[in-house]
């Protein structure tokens, strides 16, 4: 059949399969000119089935996913165990905010560097050695001694660094083997490890001590051991896709400067990052000071010492766990389910879901000393809100950014959304609760206000109150640190506003972007897609036994790229090869 009667493929591109089950398929308006039918032959690149996967598929996927679980357990086993490390060391709050900073700000200054890589060398590669890092770094952190904090914040910082190696990269592989709605599911699952790696941290961090009576350094000294599992997995088990090859194109990497030039220049790209920014502010900071701050406030609403601080940061990391597993598939599940009929749904589920995570944490801070059961709820249910974003935020940058410059929109997102996010948070609420301790230092008593709640100095009325027992056998939290956390935990409030305001404004400019992106894959000079369009058109009389992925049309595509056809028994797809 001549190629020039071949109509514009206005629908989606799409691979043949060789059982006919399942099309994967990319937005495109490129069609098979003669000129390309002529001479030239053009290669049809094999594109994984959207509706179908492979085992090799589904085992690296499970791969990023367990990694990513530990990496974020071991980025919070120190927030459950906040306290002792405190004791220990002898730290206040601005130094104990200064741990989580320090890895955050070694974890952004070097994503950008493993972005550029990622988008030229080996991923497999880079992965392996940076989680093999980290992993050392987090298990030598466990025995330095109490005279040596600052050492215990370089090891901090050399893991940040192992990290940031894997988070830039990772996500860019799963957007290589998947598109479209498959695609979406694939990065809900792979961010729903964020909050349950998390919750998980802070289990993990407290369960040796309150549970086999060990010193708390044990708790650093487990994700280093499942660490270990992973950078085998990663070695001999993952798939590393040519990049872009979802998509079908093989788009070469263009120079940094360009790179850094088009994101610029991609307004969703830039206002997503924007949010996500408030997303990462208010989590870190929460995660931080959370099972603290509940802690202190169960205290004043108690009025007594046997408040254990253990035990709050296991039903916080507990709650955080089963919030991460409502919360982020729910909000892929909104925003494929929407995007249907509204193309930008995406950004709007986000901003929604900031909204309503707004009012119920500024409950848990009125909450948390008048009662703990309350606070515990509104906690959890701000969480699910606030979870809503995760997979959709980087399914945002997966498809309005070619695949080649990926790996480094997710590293400066990474880097924008920690440095103004949660690299200063957890430091900066430290610093403006130290700030605000003299105002409410009653070295004896605490001032609170008749409900527990916030209130000015001529509200408050003067409670004597008996020390929080701590963690540690040497020192015990002081009920001081009550109202300036409080009130420096406020911040986060006015955050999220922020936050929902730039997804607003992302949706904006969102279809315009995604259709530049698509545009841009589809007339890759490298490689055509014969689409499903095509296919049907390619055989004179479709019939239910002759039609997608029919042998007939096979043939007619062999003959039409002049290629020979050679069953590819790993993704069930017949491909036609230019010869």
């Known amino acids: 059949m001549d190629s020039k009667n071949l109509k514009s493929n206005m629908s989606d591109q799409a691979l043949l399969n060789s059982n006919s089950q399942g099309i994967s398929s990319v937005p495109s308006s490129r069609s098979i000119s003669s000129e390309e039918s002529g001479d030239h032959k053009p290669e049809i690149v094999p594109v994984y089935s959207e509706r179908k996967f492979t085992r090799s598929q589904l085992m690296t996927v499970a791969i990023l996913c367990f990694v990513n679980l530990i990496n974020y357990m071991d980025r919070f086993t120190v927030a459950g165990i906040l306290s002792d490390v405190q004791c220990f060391y002898g730290i206040d709050d601005s130094q104990g905010g200064l741990i989580q900073t320090v890895f955050i700000i070694a974890y952004m200054v070097f994503a950008p560097i493993f972005g550029y890589m990622g988008d030229r060398y080996s991923r497999r590669l880079i992965m392996a050695v940076g989680v093999a890092f980290w992993t050392v770094a987090a298990l030598v952190s ?22 940031a190696s894997y988070s830039t990269i990772a996500p860019t592989i799963i957007s290589d083997l998947f598109v479209d709605d498959l695609r979406s599911k694939m990065l809900a699952l792979f961010y729903f490890a964020i909050p349950v790696g998390s919750g998980l941290g802070y289990i993990v961090g407290t369960f040796p001590k309150t549970t086999l009576g060990v010193e708390w350094q044990w708790g650093l000294r487990i994700t280093p051991v499942v660490g270990t599992v992973a950078t085998l997995l990663i ?13 079908g194109s093989k788009m070469e990497a263009t120079s940094y400067a360009e790179d850094l030039k088009s994101l610029v220049k991609n307004p969703s790209y830039i206002l997503s990052t924007a949010g996500s920014t408030a997303v990462a502010f208010v989590a870190g900071a929460l995660a931080w000071w959370g099972p603290k701050f509940i802690a202190l406030g169960k205290a004043v609403h108690l009025h007594d010492n046997t408040v254990d601080m253990g035990q709050v940061s296991f039903v916080f990391g507990l709650l955080a766990m089963i919030a991460g597993i409502t919360g982020v598939p729910l909000g892929s599940f909104a925003g494929q389910r929407l995007r249907v009929r509204f193309p930008r749904a995406d950004p709007l589920v986000c901003a929604f879901g900031l909204f309503m995570s707004t009012p119920l944490m500024l409950g848990v801070l009125l909450m948390a000393g008048v009662n703990t059961d309350a606070t515990f709820v509104l906690a959890f249910f701000g969480q699910v809100f606030l979870n809503l974003n995760w997979a959709i935020v980087a399914d945002i940058l997966l498809y309005v950014v070619v695949p080649t410059r990926r790996a480094t929109a997710a590293a400066f997102q990474i880097l924008i959304s920690h440095a103004l996010g949660d690299a200063g948070s957890p430091y900066f609420i430290g610093q403006v609760s130290e700030a605000l301790k003299p105002y409410f230092n009653t070295s004896s008593e605490i001032l609170v206000d008749a409900n527990g709640s916030l209130g000015n100095s001529s509200q408050l009325i003067s409670t004597p109150m008996p020390p929080l027992s701590g963690n540690c056998s040497n020192s015990t939290l002081n009920l001081d640190d009550y109202v300036p956390l409080q009130w420096s935990l406020t911040m986060c409030i006015i955050v999220q506003m922020l936050g929902g305001l730039f997804f607003l404004a992302t949706a904006v400019f969102l279809v315009r972007d995604k259709e530049k992106a698509d545009r841009t894959v589809a007339t890759d000079p490298k490689a055509v897609l014969v689409s499903s369009y095509d296919a049907i058109e390619l055989n004179d009389s479709p019939s239910k036994d002759s039609g997608v992925g029919s042998e007939q049309n096979c043939e007619e595509i062999e003959a039409l790229t002049g290629g020979e056809r050679t069953p590819d028994s790993d993704s069930g797809l017949i491909l036609a090869r230019d010869t």
């Open 235 to 247: 070695i001999f088990m993952l798939v590393d896709p040519p990049r872009g090859q979802a998509e």
């Open 142 to 163: 466990s025995f330095i001694p109490q005279e040596h904090f600052y050492w215990f914040l370089i090891m901090r910082c050399l893991i940040g660094i192992g990290e």
